[in-house]
T-cell receptor, first 112, second 115 residues
Framework: LAKTTQPISMDSYEGQEVNITCSHN???????ITWYQQFPSQGPRFIIQ???TKVTNEVASLFIPADRKSSTLSLPRVSLSDTAVYYC?????????????FGQGTILTVHP | GAVVSQHPSWVICKSGTSVKIECRSL??????MFWYRQFPKQSLMLMAT?????????EQGVEKDKFLINHASLTLSTLTVTSAHPEDSSFYIC???????????FGAGSRLTVL
């Protein structure tokens, strides 16, 4: 499984855009990049997933360069409720998807 | 969307007793479920892969006789912490994958406190 590296913590203010970058230099051809959000004492929640280029949904965007060795989660106009831990994971897609290795994650703190 | 339910959400037990945690996929069938453990201020650690109708696969360092996993149906997996001790106190989280998606859905977690 490809190892990921992301900042331990980030601080932001309400209304700002937050970009969290994750490095995954050993990503394999079949690997997908998935971001999860976790609040204290809750299970992780899926945010967004991508394979290459850019993916956007109602809560975030995911930017993946051509070499796929990194990815950036972009949260537009964060609010206090976005304070959480964000995990970047890389895992093989298809029927093999499942065993996820969680890294340390990024603790995002949004200030008023 | 896919929903995974865990029960109980929290449990307190005495040392030496056994505790069972249930994980259900509510609107989809899951041939495989995963059990994670998370200690305070740490990341999730995969404990085992639960396979419907067959034995679970445990990660290195996880005692299979300590953490009994049963996956008797396509919607239910259970984790039993046997002879629990204070060091087993942790946050246990299960997850499952809807067969048509490359996404894991996680349960809300179960907080175990062993006195």
């Amino acid at each position: 499984l490809a190892k990921t590296t992301q900042p331990i913590s980030m601080d932001s203010y309400e209304g700002q855009e937050v970009n969290i970058t994750c490095s995954h230099n050993n990503i394999a051809t079949n690997d997908y990049i998935t971001w999860y959000q976790q609040f204290p004492s809750q299970g992780p929640r899926f945010i967004i997933q991508g394979y290459k280029t850019k993916v956007t949904n109602e809560v975030a965007s995911l930017f993946i360069p051509a070499d796929r060795k990194s990815s950036t989660l972009s949260l537009p106009r964060v609010s206090l409720s976005d304070t959480a831990v964000y995990y970047c994971l890389v895992s093989q897609g298809g029927t093999s998807y499942g065993k996820l290795t969680f890294g340390q994650g990024t603790i995002l703190t949004v200030h008023p | 969307g896919a929903v995974v339910s865990q029960h109980p959400s929290w449990v307190i037990c005495k040392s030496g007793t056994s505790v069972k945690i249930e994980c259900r996929s509510l609107d989809f069938q899951a041939t495989t479920m995963f059990w994670y453990r998370q200690f305070p201020k740490q990341s999730l650690m995969l404990m085992a892969t639960s396979n419907e109708g067959s034995k679970a696969t445990y990660e290195q360092g996880v005692e299979k006789d300590k953490f009994l996993i049963n996956h008797a149906s396509l919607t239910l997996s259970t984790l039993t912490v046997t002879s629990a001790h204070p060091e087993d106190s942790s946050f246990y989280i299960c997850s499952a994958r809807d067969s048509g998606a490359n996404v894991l859905t996680f349960g809300a977690g179960s907080r175990l406190t062993v006195l």
